[in-house]
């Protein structure tokens, strides 16, 4: 009786078998793509050289070749292959794996575990691998398109090592469509033109690819096609973007870091994706008006009301009439000149007031309220600025015995170099005050 989720069983030569499973590497140096991983001084390469292999994180995008490498893994190092899916598979299913890799490994071989989408099981889940992966029972390959630092637990990172696997680049795809090519005996009927769009449809997945590459070959035309009668007959590839997932988080760090870097075609261009990955423009509203408070400052104080007055556009016009305001207020926010002097302020407020605790105001700036507050010294010498010939008395705010701090360091940069002058003005006045 075969093992439970043995997967290791040869597959059945069909004609009817999907292009990329027949397609499906058969050793390590098959496989397109991922050298970072699979180089000649690559990770992988110096553990099975060295005869070391140790359990392993793939990180990275479906379609990048995570399970094959996995499979030919445990070919290279003789290990019996399980595979699991953790969307589908519980704690007895787990049991059983762990009971089954035992007896195995009671009879003198070792199991691989790839266990896919692993950072869809749970806390008690992910430490049920541990005393497994520590005695030698298993050794794992987990696979994750979501960042491993946030979705699995730290024992599980501690005793494995994350490797990221990327997105394949045009010239390994190209690579890929002309072995599918050889392997289906025939050219695609595409000019140079489609060939380059089929390529982009796919976004860097080598399984999507494989599969327009079986549906275009399926096709009988008299001659090649263009890239216009490409697109007619097949849709793009949605793009990959999850709205509570990793790739939310790098775009908009993208988008504000293009921001922050003055460049508005780069931050258009990340604007525009999280709106194609269907992103709520609410959530762009509020994260371009923070970049407003963080980035810009007072170096142009208009910036937040245009943030403000593109929301209110937004919530007026809806979608997606209202996304072209909020496009406006991006492109501003591009070019106004920087700032984060208010930011590194109040950050550096927080922590002289966390470290004063609960040193009290000076006195002469307390209001004596009660006869008995007035006899204690409360306003006692308090100095209204009112009354100064410049407007200004120069007292001293701070609490006593805190020396005083310049937190606010504006910029020479747009509206800020006029608030520099002031500050200098009033700290020359301070100091002849004080005298």
């Not at 995008?61 to 019996?80: S, Y």
């Not at 104080?301 to 937004?314: D, G, H, K």
Request: a negative charge.
């Amino acid at each position: 009786m075969a093992d439970l989720f043995d997967t290791s069983d040869p597959q059945v030569d069909s004609p009817h078998r999907p292009l990329a499973d027949r397609l499906r590497p058969q050793n390590l140096s098959e496989v397109i793509g991922q050298r970072q991983v699979l180089g000649p001084d690559a990770p992988l390469t110096v553990m099975l050289s060295s005869g070391s292999l140790s359990s392993l994180i793939f990180w990275g995008p479906p379609g990048v070749g995570k399970t094959t490498i996995a499979r030919l893994l445990a070919d290279e190092t003789d290990l019996h292959f399980v595979q699991i899916s953790a969307i589908f598979s519980g704690v007895p299913e787990l049991r059983r794996v762990f009971e089954a890799s035992r007896q195995r490994r009671q009879q003198g071989r070792g199991t691989l575990l790839f266990v896919d989408e692993i950072h869809r099981f749970n806390k008690a889940q992910q430490d049920g691998f541990l005393p497994h992966m520590e005695d030698g029972t298993i050794l794992l390959v987990g696979a994750t398109t979501e960042n491993p630092s946030f979705e699995l637990n730290r024992a599980v990172l501690s005793r494995a090592q994350v490797l990221v696997l990327e997105r394949l680049p045009l010239e390994d795809l190209a690579l890929l469509a002309t072995r599918a090519e050889e392997e289906l005996e025939r050219k695609l009927p595409l000019d140079e033109t489609a060939r380059a769009a089929l390529y982009d449809m796919a976004d860097g997945d080598g399984r999507a690819l494989l599969n327009l590459i079986e549906q275009v070959a399926a096709w009988d035309v008299d001659a090649p096609l263009d890239k216009a009668a490409l697109g007619a007959r097949l849709m793009r590839r949605a793009a990959q973007y999850d709205k509570g997932g990793d790739e939310h988080y790098n775009l908009i760090s993208a988008l504000h870091k293009s921001v922050r870097g003055s460049d508005p075609d780069a931050a258009l261009y990340w604007f525009a994706r999280m709106l194609e990955g269907g992103e709520d423009p609410r959530y762009l509203a509020r994260r371009i008006t923070r970049m407003a408070v963080e980035d810009i400052g007072l170096a142009d104080p208009q910036a937040q009301a245009v943030c403000l007055q593109s929301w209110e556009t937004f919530e007026r016009l809806g979608s997606p009439e209202g996304e072209l305001a909020l496009a406006q207020a991006v492109t501003y926010l591009a070019l106004a000149p920087k700032s984060n002097a208010t930011y590194v302020a109040y950050k550096g407020a927080r922590r002289a007031a966390k470290e004063t605790g609960s040193a009290p105001p000076p006195k002469h700036i307390l209001n004596a309220a009660t006869g008995m507050m007035k006899d204690m010294g409360y306003g006692a010498d308090y100095a209204y600025d009112h009354d100064a010939e410049d407007g200004f008395s120069g007292q001293d705010y701070f609490p006593e015995g805190v020396e005083r701090q310049a937190l606010y360091q504006p910029v020479e940069r747009g509206f800020e170099r006029d608030l520099k002058k002031r500050l200098e003005y009033f700290s020359k006045l301070r100091a002849k005050r004080q005298e």
